[in-house]
């Protein structure tokens, strides 16, 4: 029989980083995970390079049913915290658009700064070990795996939700913690790609891969950055913001053109350049293929010099108030991230405990807590994690 102060399920960001706290403050740690390596979701994120963490990680860059839920977690440790551990490392990082950071070499350097803070910590970390039964016992919890029974004092789940489940993804989370009588929050996929029904897609298939800034709005939120054409509808981050926002049957608008009053600036063209072809002026602000299906949508042909105020309107609200309705989302398949989860009501704010079972945490992305696309998940794994390693 196994005794440990603290067992740690999952050993992705939250889990390792809960393990390493609670380790150095001398408890016992079992890190235990059904993954072959740990960190396999730093391993892929921010294209490899691993965003994480982001220099405006505020409470306003978080969706949940309680906003004020991560207040205390996150101004207890910040990103000025993990960016002082990551600079006694000498990982090398650059600062991109939005307040973004990202490691300059690879991500595995977070991976291995992780597990060797793990070993420092004395944290025994066990991979490919799949918990089969947690019960309560008189002085914690007691663990089932493969016949083998574990005893710990505290509990922590950090398995994550359902996103990308051909990396592992599973519900355990969520049905350890109906187990102990915490409710869940609905789920969804989130920094998703967005998808068109047939006859929306049939007017842009041929834009797929084509990339502009766009301000992309639901209701009375709206991002500006890249918005990516593809071949099932639209993607690129502006789409995965609102993504977590839009519900089915939502309708969304886009301005392709942000800076640019169109309408105004077809005006302007006519009387200065009114020999040129309505997609050629167009394409003197949008690319090639966008203006072509701009014009082709408002069934506008002929040159510029030739159309009507009522036409350039037209062409105009096109491109600066285009308004759509997606079918549907890519689904989890390839959500960067879960929307809702384990009901923040029935969790301490200050150490992310159960108030229906002491000595239970969890943390990370299956509480219903999630960011904006940008580093923020990262952040509230760390933040998240921090404040019940202090306690576990």
Known sequence: MNQFDVVVIGAGAAGMFCAIEAGRRGRSVLLVDHASAPGEKIRISGGGRCNFTNVHAKPNNFISQNKHFCVSALKRYTPADFIARVNKRNIAWHEKALGQLFCDGSSKQIIDMLVDECRQADVDIKLETSIDRIEKSADGYQLFSGGKQINCNSLVIATGGKSIPKMGATDFAYKTAKQFGLSIVDTRPALVPLTFASDLLEQTKAL????????????????????????????????????????EGDEIEINLAPDTDLFEKLRAMRQEKGKLAVQTAIADILPKRLADAIVARADVKGKIGDQPDRQLKV??????????????????????????????????????????????YFIGEAVD???????????WAWSSAWAAGQVA
């Open 315 to 360: 062409l105009g609200d096109s491109a600066n108030h285009w308004r759509l309705k997606p079918v549907g989302s890519e689904g989890y398949r390839t959500a960067e991230v879960t929307l809702g989860g384990i009901d923040t009501d029935g969790l301490s704010s200050k150490t992310m405990e159960a108030k229906s079972a002491p000595g239970l």
């Open 369 to 379: 807590v999630t960011g904006w696309l940008g580093g923020y998940n990262f952040q």
């Open 208 to 247: 797929s891969g084509v990339s502009t800034e766009a301000v992309v709005g639901c209701k009375k939120t709206s991002f500006r950055e890249a918005l990516l054409f593809t071949h099932r509808g639209i993607s690129g981050p502006s789409i995965l913001q609102i993504s977590s926002y839009w519900r």
